[in-house]
């Protein structure tokens, strides 16, 4: 027997181990599960709501999902622990979700999101080409914002508009036929709509 | 007298400005006040003419377009309400020549009607197809479905009646209807355009599919780029729980079919329907081995029938007209008609719905009217990302499912892409590898690593590295691919790859525009 296991196996070893048990369950599991930073109260009852509107539902996690976004234009870690002991489900099967669908976000956006096709259609009609523009306008790469936050950047497949080529969504506005000049029209609408 | 004038709120059309057309004229209107009604409608699928307006008048819906803001104090002040002439007037909208030449059966009121009015659509011929269905055995929905030769227009073309009677024989309390939304291929928008022109006939589809099979809970998954599609959508399924339509007493006639939309979260993959079925169950879109077939184990492991939006939404035609009305479209085992998406670098671009068989160079010289650019058009993409590139030479092949088959292409879900002669195909090919590379669900090698390996291989061919040697490399990897992956995204990349290889060998032996030393070795 090796070393380490003869060591697990000891008395005292079981006994640390039984120790150490116990006192995790003295824990309250809901407490265990906000291990980690603590939600702001305004995140946290964004997220109760997202919980009690859709929770019942069957596979709720995505449409939860889509509500914690919505309502706070991103998904926050710590309520990563929230949604997942409500639901009775792993951590790991929360932060999966995340990780696999590029439509949400754990990191605050900008003002607006700049939705950039780059699929082949519009390729077809310069896409490329208009990627190094607003990329070069903007000062960012995908997946990052502006200084000022006024403009995140993302890439998109497809934005089902490909008889209008190239396309950009800001926010949930769709635009077609965008060039260099119409770009830098929209940026400026985006801004003056928010103002 | 009152006149209504239609201008589409397809999310095309908006993007090319259709709201602020509909702004100028409502703000015109209220300035000289013209009597006038504005519907905001479908669009009829000609998107170099949008915005596009309609003036219903005695003689016919007359189309001017397209019609900027600043164009519509001199339309009321030529008498376009009436009809009248003017620089922008196309005429009937019927007689069109894009238009006229179609054979619309599924987009039959796309464009005509008012999306959201379930009487406007009732009185278009809707729901005719939901009636005969309550009145018939579940046996004789699918035998009819069967007959029609109908086969899923998502892009697998397997047909829908063998789908359809798998599921009417598993046995199960539950069964489920799903729509597959997310359309995800680029070039490729007529989902988009039915669920925003005609979302009450989706809806229509899939209570006749659950009828056939027993199912009495439905979801349609889609995608959350299409935020004017998911808003339709929502209305059109308030309007038909309240209409008795969905709910416990389909048009009084005590069956049950509930329906709710669900939105993925920007996964390509998830229009795989396997992979769909686990992202709707509210976990990770990943790719199923099958068997089981979702007909059989699907949703929550019960027996589910998932199709395209097209596909359900070609039913109700089916049952109102009859298999045999539909099954006389079309050529050899291409039954009926595809809506076709003509896109990118096309002049005349939108949506032809057409019986199989016409040729592609047919769709792209005498409906798309050639390239944007007026460049010559040298290469085209059938079928989305996963689609073949196909040089002039093949234009000829038959929109038909067997024929693009035969020249190693796929229809898919009929979005045509044009590129003229500025591409690049060694950049597209190499697209095509960076495409599965991020899309990928992970779960096989071949898809998940094939994929990076294959952008690295083709951009060391682009630099001229031991090019032979990886061209080499390049074709093994894409049989790898080919026959090693779970599903169609890694099984299908290496078609517009070994097309592009393939037709336009010469893109890939250019002098290097980078230096070796940018590139990794290997």
């Known amino acids: 027997m090796t070393g380490w296991l003869r060591r697990r196996q000891s008395a005292e070893a079981v006994g640390e181990w039984q120790a150490m048990r116990k006192a995790r369950e003295q824990i309250p599991l809901r407490v265990m599960a906000h291990a980690g930073p603590a939600l702001p109260p305004e995140q946290a009852d964004a997220v109760r709501a997202a919980l009690d509107t859709h929770r019942d539902l069957p ?12 309502g706070l234009g991103y998904i926050p870690e710590a309520a990563v622990p929230v949604i997942a002991h409500d639901l009775n489900q792993s951590r790991a099967e929360v932060h999966g979700m995340l990780s696999f669908y590029h439509y949400f976000r754990t990191q605050p956006s900008g003002r607006h999101i700049v939705y950039l096709c780059r699929a082949e259609a519009c390729q077809s009609m310069g896409a490329r080409e208009l990627e190094g523009l607003v990329k070069q306008r903007l000062g960012i790469d995908f997946h990052e914002t502006t200084t000022d936050g006024a403009f995140t950047l993302e890439p998109v497949y497809c934005l089902g508009n490909c008889a209008c080529a190239p396309s950009v969504m800001v926010d949930k506005t769709l635009h077609g036929r965008v060039d260099a000049e119409r770009f830098e029209a929209l940026l400026v609408e985006a801004e003056e709509a928010s103002k | 007298m009152t006149t209504t004038l239609y201008i589409s709120r397809d999310a095309s059309a908006l993007a090319v400005g259709a709201e602020r057309v509909a702004r100028a004229i409502a703000e015109h209107a209220l300035r000289s006040g013209a009597d006038i009604r504005v519907v905001r409608n479908g669009s009829r699928g000609m998107f170099w003419l949008e915005p596009l307006i309609e003036v219903a008048t005695p003689g016919g819906r007359i189309a001017y377009g397209p019609v900027q803001p600043k164009d519509v104090a001199d339309l009321f002040a030529c008498g376009f309400a009436q009809g009248a002439a003017h620089a922008l007037r196309l005429g009937k909208v019927e007689d069109i020549a894009y238009f006229a030449r179609q054979e619309r059966l599924t987009f039959a009121r796309v464009g005509i009607i008012d999306p959201l009015s379930l009487d406007d659509y009732r009185a278009h011929g809707g729901l005719v197809g939901l009636k005969k269905a309550l009145e018939m055995a579940p046996a004789d ?30 046995q199960s309390t539950q069964k489920y209807i799903v729509c597959n939304a997310d359309e995800g291929d680029s070039g490729t928008f007529s989902d988009r355009m039915l669920m925003e022109g005609d979302p009450f006939v989706l809806i229509e589809g899939m209570i006749i599919a659950g009828l056939a099979v027993g199912a009495t809970q439905g979801y349609i998954y889609l995608r959350c780029e299409y935020p004017h599609a998911h808003e339709a959508l929502k209305s059109a399924i308030v309007t038909a729980y309240a209409n008795q ?38 976990k990770r ?21 998932i199709n395209n939006v ?12 009859g298999a045999d009305y539909y099954r006389d479209f079309g050529m050899g085992r291409s039954r009926g008609t595809l809506p076709l998406q003509l896109a990118g670098n096309i002049r005349h671009g939108g ?21 944007a650019t007026g460049r010559p ?29 035969a020249i190693k292409g796929m229809l898919g879900h009929g979005g045509i892409v044009a590129f003229d002669d500025t591409v690049d195909m060694a950049q597209q090919a190499r697209f095509a590898m960076e495409f599965c590379a991020i899309e990928s669900c992970g779960k096989c090698t071949p898809c998940r690593i094939g994929s990076t390996r294959g952008v690295e291989v083709i951009d060391r061919i682009i630099a001229d590295h ?9 074709r093994d990897l894409c049989d790898t691919m080919v026959n090693g992956s779970l599903c169609a995204l890694g099984g299908l990349t290496p078609y517009p790859v070994l097309s592009a290889l393939e037709h336009f060998p010469g893109d890939f032996s250019k002098e290097p525009a980078l230096p070796l030393s940018a590139v990794g070795s290997g």
């Open chain 2, 310 to 321: 097209i596909t359900l939404a070609s039913v109700p035609i089916i049952l109102d007209k």
């Open chain 1, 59 to 70: 596979g709720a996690l995505l449409p939860i999902l889509h509500a914690v976004q919505d």
């Open chain 2, 245 to 282: 339509l969905l709910g416990n007493d389909i048009l009084g006639s005590g069956k049950r079919f509930d329906l709710d939309v669900r939105l993925g979260a920007g996964a390509y993959i998830c229009g795989e329907e396997t992979s769909l079925l686990d992202s709707l169950e509210g």
């Open chain 2, 141 to 170: 929905i699918v035998k009819t479905v069967t007959d029609s030769g109908l086969r899923g227009r998502g892009g697998a073309a397997f047909p829908a009646g063998i789908k359809w009677n798998t599921a009417l024989g598993a």
């Open chain 2, 466 to 474: 031991s090019r032979a040697m990886n061209t080499t490399l390049l």
């Open chain 2, 351 to 371: 949506l032809v719905e057409k019986a199989f068989g016409l040729t592609l160079r047919e769709l792209l010289y005498d409906y798309g009217g050639g390239s």
């Open chain 2, 285 to 305: 879109g990943q790719v199923r081995a099958k068997p089981p077939l979702p007909a059989i184990k699907g949703l929550f492991g019960q027996p589910t029938i």
């Open chain 2, 377 to 405: 058009i040298r290469a085209v993409q059938v079928g989305g990302p996963l689609g073949a590139y196909l040089p002039e030479s093949q234009f000829d092949t038959p929109i038909d499912y067997e024929a693009f088959a």
